[in-house]
């Protein structure tokens, strides 16, 4: 391809459609309005931890097959710890513990098994999740699988579940979403659910390593450009206007938008986008050395959903947290220091160094009626394509939707319809 390809946003969405030009031998220039790349998906110093942290945990699964090429692609697979299919829960309020180990194939046999389902439920609570195949884009989580708010179905299954993935209530959030997700998973046994964690951090693995690929592949990456305007003329894009100045869309060139939807928005007259976006609070704390590879832990019944513990660092996520994001953080880590010190039988202690990170604008809001306001890669200006991870991928707001756009819009930009091998 002759012309330049500019890319606004070096999120994963855009950094994956940059790696997948850059490594085809296509010109490209990335334009990022923060002086980091990763976005949502990043990891800094903390001064007070005294290590490097993440803004957020983040879980993606062996399934996730986009996120996994990615990681190759860029040469850090080797870089993330890949766990058994396990997942260890625990009820903070009776001290009860379980595991879910997904069955070597698709069918759930674990849920046979009072072994291995949460204390009080039933195979049919599990089963039921066959519904949500069966559902159209209309349909909540909640009244696909018609199981009454409080059992122990919901609960202690479907509602961390649910959060984990969809960030928003059961009643709130579409069913297809968490369809799309089962069906890459544990729809293919337990293969495609090994977790994936990052051994050192997001930047370490998802980040630092593209920017390297792309440094090698001539691509250029310019920081600190914050896009105020696109221009349109015949049309076409044009022009973009950054903040330290404007660059010109020649013939030839061609634009990918990869920017969190409230920017396309303002930017691009048309475009409709999904309304309304979902928190999700991390809380960082310092613990004596814990032993082994990095581990994740499900919650039910307190505050915090997931606590990621690797050497010093217990890393708490919650979700569906736009209440709690509006509170203090001081009190918001008291409240989770006491599940953490309760998850991991660390016995009461005074609150340790730590840190929380508020994404008071995590996910969009995935509920029923955005699923039809998320855009398509193409747009009415032929020079122009979208990604990130709220445009219509059919899967959740996640890294492996941001991943999947961009390589789709990257795909468009060299005017391949379908990405191949994903
Ligand atoms: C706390 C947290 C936990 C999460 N946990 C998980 C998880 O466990 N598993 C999972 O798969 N996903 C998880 N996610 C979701 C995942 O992080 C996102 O889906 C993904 O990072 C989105 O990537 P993106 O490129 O679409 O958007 P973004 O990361 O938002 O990238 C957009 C980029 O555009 C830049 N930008 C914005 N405005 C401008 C402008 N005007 N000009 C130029 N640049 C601009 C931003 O700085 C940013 O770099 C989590 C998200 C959060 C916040």
Redesign the pocket.
């Known amino acids: 391809m002759a012309g330049t390809i500019h890319i ?8 994956a459609a940059a790696v997948e030009l850059a490594g085809a031998g296509a010109r490209v220039v990335m ?4 002086g980091h ?5 990043r990891s800094f110093h903390d001064e007070g931890l005294g290590c490097l942290v993440d ?6 699964l062996s399934g ?1 097959r986009a ?1 996994v090429a990615y990681l190759d692609r860029i040469g850090a697979r080797a870089t993330m710890h890949e766990a058994p299919p396990a997942f260890p829960f625990c009820d903070l309020r009776t001290g009860a513990r379980w595991e879910i180990r997904p069955s070597p194939g698709p069918f759930p046999w674990w849920a046979l098994s009072p072994a291995t389902r949460a204390p009080g439920t039933g195979a049919m609570d599990y089963l039921r999740g066959l519904a949500l195949a069966f559902v159209g884009p209309k349909f909540t989580v909640a009244e696909a699988l018609g199981l009454p708010k409080g059992g122990a179905g919901r609960e202690m299954f479907w509602d961390p579940l649910t959060i ?1 993935v969809l ?1 928003a209530e059961t009643d709130e959030v579409a069913a297809p979403l968490l369809w799309a997700v089962l069906r890459e998973t544990v729809g293919r046994g337990a293969h495609a659910c090994r977790p994936l964690i990052a051994r050192r951090g997001l930047g370490p693995s998802l980040i630092e390593p593209a920017l390297a690929f792309l440094g090698m592949h001539g691509a250029a990456v310019r920081f600190n ?4 305007a696109v221009e349109f003329e015949r049309g076409a894009a044009k022009t973009l206007r ?1 903040a330290d100045g404007e660059v010109a869309v020649g013939e030839g060139d061609c634009v990918i938008v ?3 939807q409230g ?1 396309v928005a303002e ?1 691009l007259p048309g475009i409709t986008v999904p309304e309304g976006t979902r928190a ?3 809380a960082h704390f310092r613990v004596s050395p814990q032993a082994g590879p990095p581990r994740l832990l499900g919650l039910v019944g307190g505050t915090a959903h997931w606590v990621f513990v690797r050497e010093t660092l217990a890393s708490v ?1 919650v ?1 569906a947290a736009d209440r709690l994001a509006e509170e203090d953080s001081g009190s918001i880590a008291l409240r989770v220091w006491e599940d953490v010190c309760r998850a991991l039988d660390l016995g009461p202690g005074p609150l340790p160094a730590h840190r929380i ?1 508020k ?1 008071k ?3 969009f809001a995935q509920t029923p009626a955005n699923l039809a306001r998320r855009a398509k890669t193409r747009t009415p200006w032929p020079n122009l394509f979208l ?4 445009t219509d991928t059919g899967l959740p ?6 991943i999947r ?2 390589v789709s819009a990257a795909m468009a930009a060299l005017g391949l319809e379908k990405p191949t091998g994903i």
């Open positions: 606004v946003g070096a999120g994963l969405a855009g950094l334009h990022e309005g923060a790349a990763g976005g949502r998906c803004n957020g945990n983040h879980l993606l996730n996120a984990a960030n450009a914050r896009l105020r950054f990869a920017l969190p920017m930017f999700i609070v991390n996520t979700s990170v994404e604008r995590a996910t990604a990130g991870d709220w707001a996640t890294l492996e939707g941001a756009s961009g």
